[in-house]
C-alpha cells in the first residue's frame, strides 16, 4: 500500500496534542483556560505552549534503667486482625510528637552504625478502642517496667487502660499495643518509647551516607522518608493524613552540624549524656528545634554533617544552602542560592500565598535515591541535582539545578500546606509540581525558552507509558493502593506528568494544614469556571470532564476526516490488538476532549468532542495531513506533531513509513526541537534493528542527514574553539556530535579523540568543554580500548564534582569491549566503587549500549535475588531497571526469557518493579508485532532513501 493512497483514504489523523501543546494531562486547562490566558502565555494552545541504645534521661522523666529487648513476633498471627491489615484503623488521631534522635557517626561494638531515640505522641481517641496501631519498621524497642514495648499515659482525668500486650507485627510494618480497656471518645494520651535502629546505608528512613574529605571518611545522617519509611526512623502514624505538630531534637558529635525541618532555636548547647558502654561518658551537643506546623510525616527530615553552608535572606525567608566543605569552599551552591530567592518569590505571587516558614534550607547528599525531596524546610538533593561549577557543569546540568529547585519549592504549597489524603492521588502532587517547574526554572532562566521544553519532555515520557494496556489510571482506588511497594510504583512517569493545572489560590487556602483528595480541586475549579463563565459543554461539570481522564487509564486518539468534517475517538494503545485484555471502564474509553484548532485566520477555535464521534465544523484545509507535513519544513513545525506521527505510527494508527518521511527535511534543519524530537523517535527504531541488518543502512541514512548540522557547528564555533550562545543551540550542537560520531562521520571522530588523548596526556588540563563532555567522553571511550576506560575509570573517582562523576559513569558503559563493560557491572554491586544510588541506572547504561543489552540482562537475572535485598527499597530504581535493560526486547526468545524471569523470581518478588515486568512483556510483545509488520518496509524505505555514491 502506498503512502499517498493510504492517506487519502484515511484522509488525517490527528492526535488530540496538536495545538494542544499539553496533552491529556491538561485537560484541566481547558476549563480555566481563557482565565489562565491572560495570566500566563505559555499556558496558551495557540502557542504551541507549549536514629540504640536510650540516653540516660529516659522518656517521662522515669529513671527505669531500660533494657534493649528483640522485637516479640507473635508466630501464629489470626489472619484479617486489624494489624494485618495495612491501613491505620480511623480511631485514633495523632496531635503532637515529642522526638529525640542521636545517630552515631561511628561503628559500635557490634560494628553497626546505629541511632538511639526516644519519643512521645500525644494523640486523640476519636472512635472507642481497646487497640492501639502505630507504624513502627526495622526498630527494636526497649521494655519498660511493666514489660511492654512502650508506656501509655492519659492526659485527662480518667487514667489510661494497662496494656494487656504488646508486640512488632513486621509485615505490616506496626507496633501493636492491646489494653485492657478502652480508651475514651474525645481524650487525649500520651504513648512514650525509647528504641534503637540501623544507621544503614539503604538510603531510605535514617540512613547513612559516606563521603571522602581530606583522606578522611566522614559520614552524614539523614532521611528520605516518603513514602513510607518515617515509621523507620520512629513510631508514628505514617500516613499523610494523619498530620501533626513535631518538636525535635537531635544529640550529635560536637562541631557537627543538625538540621531538622523547624529553626534550631539558640545557640548549640553541649550537653553531657553518658552513655553505657566500653567507651565511657560522652560529650554530644543537643540542637532543638523550633516546633513543625502541622504536617504530614513523609515530609520530616533530620540530618547531622560536618557540612558548611552559604545564606541569604528573600523577605524574611532564611535561605541556606548546605554542602561537603570542600563543595563550599569551591563556591559550588553560589548558583542555587543565587536561583532559590526568585523562584520562591515567583511561587509566592503564582499561589497568591506567602511562604509559610521562616526559612528554607537545602542540602546536597552524596548518597540520595531520588532526585530530591520536598522536605518541609528542609529540601534534600542528590549532589547533582544541587551543586554548580561553571567550569564544570553543562548547560543542561545547570537546567537540570535550576528545574529541580523550581519542582520542590513548588510542592512547599502544593505538597506540604496541602496534602493529599492518601497515596492513590500523588498525582496530584507530582503531576502540578512537574508542571509548574517549569515556570519557576523559567522564571530563574528567562532567555532558555525552557517552557518550550514541557512538551519534548513529560508529553513524550507519558505518551510511552500511558498507552499500555498494563497502564494505570492516574487516580487508583484508595483500597488499592495499600502496601509500601505499590505506592512506590505510583511515583512512575504516569503520575509525574500527566497533570498541569491552575487556579490554586482558593484551593491552597482552604486546605491549608490539611489534606484533600482529588475531587477538591475539581471543586475549585468549578468555581473558577462558575465565575469566569467558562463554557462547558452542556450538562458537563468540571468533575464529568475531568472523572474521565483520571479514573480511566490512557488517553484517547482523535481521528478527523478532513472531507466529511467527521471526527472519532479511540483508546490508544501501542498495540491495540491488546484492547481486549484492557479492564472495562465505567466510561468505555471514551474521554470529553477539547478540540482546538486554528481556523485560516489563525485565529482559535474550539469544539467539544463528547462521544465517540463528532462533527468538527468549520473544518478546512490546514488540518490536512499533507500541511502538517509541508508546514513541517517551514518555521511553523511544532515538535508536538512529530512525537505524535511516531507514537501513531508505533500504534499501527498511520503508516511507518509516513513516519520516517517526516526526517527527509532534516538536513535542512537546524534547530533544537525538530531535532530533538526525531532524534528521540528514530531510537525507538535503533532499538528494534541495531542488532538487524538495517542498522547499516539507517546509519548510513541518518550520517546524510546529520553532516550538514555538524559543519554548521564547526563554522558557527571557530571549528569548535567556542559555544554557541543559545542555550538550545548548545544542546543542538550536542546532538551534531553524538550523531555525527557515532554514524562514523571521520571528521567527528578524529575531533573526540584527540580532545580525549590530549587530557589523558595533561589531566589536570581537560580540554573538553563542559556541555560536550558526556558525549565526547563516550565517542571516545566507544572508540578506544582499556587505556581509554581505566584513563575514565581513575577520572570518574578522583572527580571532586558528582556532575563530573556522572558524565564519565555514563561514558564508560559506552565501551564496545565485553569485558570491560562485565567488570563495569560487578562494579556496581561493590557500594565502594558505584554508589548504591547510582547501581541501577550505571546498568541501565551498559544495556542502552547495544554490545552491553545482553550483558546486562544476564547479570540482572543472574543477581536478581541478591539485587532485589539490596537495592529493592528505593522507590525510583526498580522499574527504571527492568523497563531500561528491557527496553531492546523484540524477538520471540527475548519474550520467552523474560516470561521465565518473571516466573523463576515470583517467589522473590519485584518489589516497586511489578508492574515494570508486566509492562515490559506487553510492551515486548508489541515490539514483535511492530518489527514482524514493519521490518520490510522499513528497510525498503531506508534502501530506496539513503544516497546513492
Ligand atoms: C520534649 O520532651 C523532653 C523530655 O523528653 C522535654 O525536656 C521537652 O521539654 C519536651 N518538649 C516539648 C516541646 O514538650
Ligand atoms: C535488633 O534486634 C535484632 C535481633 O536481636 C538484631 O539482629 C539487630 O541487630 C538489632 N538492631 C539494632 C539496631 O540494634
Ligand atoms: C549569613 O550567615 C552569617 C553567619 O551566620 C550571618 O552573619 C549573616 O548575617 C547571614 N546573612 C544573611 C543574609 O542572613
Ligand atoms: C550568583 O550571583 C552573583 C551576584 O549576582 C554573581 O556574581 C555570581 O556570578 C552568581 N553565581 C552563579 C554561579 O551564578
Ligand atoms: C490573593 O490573596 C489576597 C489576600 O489573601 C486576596 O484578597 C486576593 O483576592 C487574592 N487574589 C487572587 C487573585 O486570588
Ligand atoms: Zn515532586
Known amino acids: 500500500m502506498g503512502g499517498g493512497f493510504y492517506i487519502s483514504k484515511f484522509v488525517g489523523v490527528v492526535g488530540i496534542v496538536f495545538g494542544a501543546g499539553a496533552v491529556a494531562t491538561v485537560i484541566a486547562l481547558a476549563v480555566v483556560y481563557s482565565q489562565e490566558v491572560a495570566k500566563n502565555e505559555a499556558l496558551s494552545p495557540t502557542n504551541g505552549g507549549s536514629t540504640i541504645k536510650p540516653p540516660v534521661t529516659t522518656p517521662g522523666g522515669s529513671t527505669v534503667k531500660p533494657q534493649i529487648t528483640t522485637p516479640v513476633i507473635p508466630t501464629t498471627a489470626p489472619s484479617n486482625e486489624p494489624w494485618d491489615k495495612y491501613r491505620l484503623p480511623d480511631t485514633l488521631k495523632p496531635d503532637h510528637y515529642n522526638l529525640t534522635l542521636w545517630p552515631r557517626l561511628t561503628v559500635n561494638a557490634q560494628d553497626l552504625y546505629i541511632f538511639t531515640g526516644n519519643s512521645y505522641v500525644v494523640f486523640q481517641c476519636v472512635k472507642e478502642t481497646d487497640l492501639i496501631l502505630i507504624h513502627s519498621n526495622k526498630l527494636n524497642y526497649t521494655k519498660w517496667g511493666d514489660d511492654h514495648l512502650a508506656k501509655l499515659s492519659a492526659l485527662g482525668s480518667t487514667p489510661a487502660p494497662t496494656i494487656k500486650k504488646s508486640w512488632i507485627q513486621p509485615t505490616t510494618q506496626f507496633l501493636v499495643l492491646e489494653l485492657n480497656g478502652k480508651l475514651a471518645v474525645g481524650e487525649s494520651y500520651q504513648l512514650d518509647t525509647v528504641f534503637v535502629g540501623e544507621l544503614a546505608d539503604d538510603l531510605g528512613g535514617f540512613y547513612r551516607s559516606v563521603y571522602t574529605e581530606e583522606g578522611e571518611e566522614k559520614v552524614v545522617a539523614t532521611t528520605q522518608m516518603q513514602p513510607t519509611d518515617a515509621r523507620k526512623a520512629f513510631p508514628c502514624f505514617d500516613e499523610p493524613a494523619m498530620k501533626a505538630i513535631f518538636h525535635i531534637t537531635l544529640l550529635h558529635p560536637?562541631?557537627?552540624?543538625?538540621?531538622?525541618?523547624?529553626?534550631?532555636?539558640?545557640?548549640?548547647?553541649?550537653?553531657?549524656?553518658?552513655?553505657?558502654?566500653?567507651?565511657?561518658?560522652?560529650?554530644?551537643?543537643?540542637?532543638?528545634?523550633?516546633?513543625?506546623?502541622?504536617?504530614?510525616?513523609?515530609?520530616?527530615?533530620?540530618?547531622?554533617?560536618?557540612?558548611?553552608?552559604?545564606?541569604?535572606?528573600?523577605?524574611?525567608?532564611?535561605?541556606?544552602?548546605?554542602?561537603?566543605?570542600?563543595?563550599?569552599?569551591?563556591?559550588?551552591?553560589?548558583?542555587?542560592?543565587?536561583?532559590?530567592?526568585?523562584?520562591?518569590?515567583?511561587?509566592?505571587?503564582?499561589?497568591?500565598?506567602?511562604?509559610?516558614?521562616?526559612?528554607?534550607?537545602?542540602?546536597?547528599?552524596?548518597?540520595?535515591?531520588a532526585g530530591a525531596m520536598e522536605n518541609w524546610g528542609l529540601i534534600t538533593y542528590r549532589e547533582t541535582a544541587l551543586l554548580y561549577d561553571p567550569k564544570m557543569s553543562s548547560n543542561s546540568n545547570k537546567e537540570r539545578i535550576a528545574t529541580i529547585i523550581a519542582h520542590e519549592l513548588a510542592h512547599m504549597w502544593f505538597g506540604n500546606l496541602v496534602t493529599l489524603r492518601w497515596w492513590n492521588d500523588l498525582w496530584l502532587n507530582e503531576g502540578f509540581a512537574s508542571y509548574v517547574e517549569y515556570l519557576g526554572a523559567n522564571e530563574a532562566e528567562p532567555d532558555w525558552n525552557i517552557k518550550d521544553l514541557?512538551?519534548?519532555?513529560?508529553?513524550?515520557?507519558?505518551?510511552?507509558?500511558?498507552?499500555?494496556?498494563?497502564?494505570?489510571?492516574?487516580?487508583?482506588?484508595?483500597?488499592?493502593?495499600?502496601?509500601?511497594?505499590?505506592?512506590?510504583?505510583?511515583?512512575?512517569?504516569?503520575?509525574?506528568?500527566?497533570?498541569?493545572?491552575?487556579?490554586?489560590?482558593?484551593?491552597?487556602?482552604?486546605?491549608?494544614?490539611?489534606?484533600?483528595?482529588?475531587?477538591?480541586?475539581?471543586?475549585?475549579?468549578?468555581?473558577?469556571?462558575?465565575?469566569?463563565?467558562?463554557?462547558?459543554?452542556?450538562?458537563?461539570?468540571?468533575?464529568?470532564?475531568?472523572?474521565?481522564?483520571?479514573?480511566?487509564?490512557?488517553?484517547?486518539?482523535?481521528?478527523?476526516?478532513?472531507?466529511?468534517?467527521?471526527?472519532?475517538?479511540?483508546?490508544?494503545?501501542?498495540?491495540?490488538?491488546?484492547?481486549?485484555?484492557?479492564?472495562?471502564?465505567?466510561?468505555?474509553?471514551?474521554?470529553?476532549?477539547?478540540?482546538?484548532?486554528?481556523?485560516?485566520?489563525?485565529?482559535?477555535?474550539?469544539?467539544?468532542?463528547?462521544?465517540?464521534?463528532?462533527?468538527?465544523?468549520?473544518?478546512?484545509?490546514?488540518?490536512?495531513?499533507?500541511?502538517?507535513?509541508?508546514?513541517?519544513?517551514?518555521?511553523?513545525?511544532?515538535?508536538?506533531?512529530?512525537?505524535?506521527?511516531?507514537?501513531?505510527?508505533?500504534?499501527?494508527?498511520?503508516?511507518?513509513?509516513?513516519?520516517?518521511?517526516?526526517?527527509?527535511?532534516?538536513?535542512?534543519?537546524?534547530?533544537?526541537?525538530?531535532?530533538?524530537?526525531?532524534?528521540?523517535?528514530?531510537?525507538?527504531?535503533?532499538?528494534?534493528?541495531?542488532?538487524?541488518?538495517?542498522?547499516?543502512?539507517?546509519?548510513?541514512?541518518?550520517?546524510?542527514?546529520?553532516?550538514?548540522?555538524?559543519?554548521?557547528?564547526?563554522?558557527?564555533?571557530?571549528?569548535?574553539?567556542?559555544?554557541?550562545?543559545?542555550?538550545?543551540?548548545?544542546?543542538?550542537?550536542?546532538?551534531?556530535?553524538?550523531?555525527?560520531?557515532?554514524?562514523?562521520?571521520?571528521?567527528?571522530?578524529?575531533?573526540?579523540?584527540?580532545?580525549?588523548?590530549?587530557?589523558?596526556?595533561?589531566?589536570?588540563?581537560?580540554?573538553?568543554?563542559?556541555?560536550?563532555?558526556?558525549?565526547?567522553?563516550?565517542?571516545?571511550?566507544?572508540a578506544g580500548g582499556a587505556a581509554e576506560w581505566e584513563f575514565g575509570w581513575d577520572q570518574f573517582q578522583a572527580a571532586t564534582i558528582a556532575i563530573e562523576a556522572d558524565k564519565l559513569r555514563s561514558a564508560l558503559a559506552c565501551t564496545k569491549q565485553p569485558w570491560l563493560l562485565n567488570k563495569y557491572l560487578e562494579y556496581t554491586l561493590d557500594a565502594n566503587k558505584i554508589r548504591k544510588q547510582d547501581a541501577t541506572s550505571t546498568i541501565v547504561y551498559i544495556a542502552s549500549n547495544v554490545v552491553g543489552q545482553s550483558?546486562?540482562?544476564?547479570?540482572?537475572?543472574?543477581?536478581?535475588?541478591?539485587?532485589?535485598?539490596?537495592?529493592?527499597?528505593?522507590?525510583?530504581?526498580?522499574?527504571?531497571?527492568?523497563?531500561?535493560?528491557?527496553?531492546?526486547?523484540?524477538?520471540?526468545?527475548?519474550?520467552?526469557?523474560?516470561?521465565?524471569?518473571?516466573?523463576?523470581?515470583?517467589?522473590?518478588?519485584?518489589?516497586?518493579?511489578?508492574?515494570?515486568?508486566?509492562?515490559?512483556?506487553?510492551?515486548?510483545?508489541?515490539?514483535?508485532?511492530?518489527?514482524?509488520?514493519?521490518?520490510?518496509?522499513?528497510?525498503?524505505?531506508?534502501?530506496?532513501e539513503v544516497p546513492k555514491e
Not at 468533575?543 to 482523535?558: E, Y
Not at 523497563?883 to 523463576?904: C, I, M, P, Y
Open 254 to 369: 560536637p562541631m557537627t552540624v543538625a538540621l531538622s525541618n523547624g529553626m534550631e532555636h539558640g545557640q548549640y548547647s553541649p550537653v553531657e549524656v553518658t552513655e553505657v558502654g566500653p567507651k565511657g561518658p560522652v560529650t554530644v551537643w543537643r540542637t532543638s528545634f523550633d516546633k513543625t506546623k502541622k504536617m504530614s510525616t513523609y515530609l520530616l527530615a533530620f540530618i547531622v554533617s560536618d557540612y558548611d553552608y552559604i545564606n541569604s535572606t528573600n523577605d524574611n525567608v532564611l535561605i541556606r544552602i548546605y554542602a561537603r566543605k570542600k563543595a563550599i569552599a569551591d563556591g559550588q551552591g553560589e548558583y542555587a542560592l543565587n536561583k532559590t530567592g526568585p523562584i520562591l518569590k515567583f511561587f509566592e505571587k503564582y499561589y497568591n500565598a506567602t511562604y509559610p516558614l521562616p526559612k528554607s534550607d537545602q542540602i546536597a547528599l552524596p548518597d540520595f535515591n
Open 454 to 782: 514541557i512538551v519534548l519532555g513529560d508529553v513524550h515520557r507519558v505518551f510511552a507509558v500511558d498507552a499500555l494496556a498494563s497502564s494505570h489510571p492516574l487516580s487508583s482506588r484508595e483500597e488499592d493502593i495499600q502496601k509500601p511497594e505499590q505506592i512506590s510504583e505510583l511515583f512512575d512517569a504516569i503520575s509525574y506528568s500527566k497533570v498541569r493545572s491552575s487556579v490554586f489560590s482558593t484551593y491552597l487556602n482552604t486546605f491549608a494544614y490539611d489534606n484533600t483528595v482529588y475531587t477538591d480541586l475539581w471543586d475549585h475549579l468549578q468555581m473558577a469556571v462558575n465565575s469566569t463563565g467558562t463554557s462547558l459543554p452542556t450538562g458537563q461539570t468540571v468533575h464529568s470532564i475531568m472523572n474521565r481522564w483520571v479514573l480511566q487509564m490512557g488517553f484517547p486518539v482523535v481521528t478527523i476526516n478532513t472531507t466529511t468534517g467527521l471526527i472519532n475517538q479511540q483508546h490508544f494503545l501501542l498495540d491495540p490488538s491488546t484492547a481486549g485484555s484492557v479492564p472495562p471502564s465505567d466510561f468505555k474509553y471514551e474521554w470529553i476532549v477539547p478540540i482546538r484548532w486554528m481556523n485560516t485566520g489563525l485565529v482559535q477555535q474550539q469544539i467539544w468532542l463528547e462521544d465517540k464521534t463528532g462533527i468538527l465544523f468549520q473544518l478546512s484545509t490546514e488540518l490536512n495531513w499533507w500541511m502538517m507535513l509541508l508546514t513541517l519544513q517551514g518555521e511553523y513545525m511544532k515538535d508536538s506533531q512529530f512525537i505524535c506521527i511516531f507514537s501513531l505510527s508505533r500504534a499501527k494508527y498511520i503508516n511507518t513509513t509516513l513516519a520516517l518521511r517526516t526526517t527527509k527535511y532534516l538536513r535542512s534543519e537546524r534547530e533544537y526541537m525538530p531535532w530533538e524530537s526525531a532524534l528521540d523517535n528514530l531510537d525507538f527504531f535503533y532499538l528494534m534493528f541495531d542488532r538487524s541488518e538495517i542498522y547499516g543502512i539507517m546509519q548510513t541514512y541518518l550520517k546524510y542527514q546529520i553532516e550538514p548540522l555538524f559543519k554548521h557547528f564547526g563554522n558557527i564555533t571557530g571549528n569548535w574553539t567556542n559555544v554557541p550562545t543559545g542555550h538550545m543551540d548548545q544542546y543542538n550542537q550536542v546532538n551534531a556530535i553524538r550523531v555525527a560520531c557515532s554514524t562514523g562521520i571521520e571528521e567527528c571522530q578524529t575531533l573526540t579523540k584527540g580532545w580525549y588523548s590530549q587530557w589523558m596526556k595533561d589531566p589536570a588540563n581537560n580540554p573538553i568543554h563542559p556541555n560536550l563532555r558526556t558525549t565526547v567522553y563516550c565517542s571516545a571511550i566507544a
Open 855 to 944: 550483558l546486562a540482562w544476564d547479570f540482572m537475572r543472574d543477581r536478581w535475588n541478591y539485587i532485589f535485598t539490596q537495592y529493592g527499597g528505593g522507590s525510583f530504581s526498580f522499574s527504571n531497571l527492568i523497563n531500561g535493560v528491557t527496553k531492546r526486547f523484540s524477538t520471540e526468545f527475548e519474550l520467552k526469557q523474560l516470561k521465565q524471569f518473571q516466573a523463576d523470581n515470583s517467589e522473590v518478588g519485584f518489589g516497586s518493579g511489578t508492574l515494570a515486568v508486566s509492562q515490559s512483556i506487553e510492551r515486548t510483545t508489541a515490539n514483535i508485532k511492530w518489527v514482524a509488520e514493519n521490518k520490510d518496509s522499513v528497510q525498503t524505505w531506508f534502501t530506496t
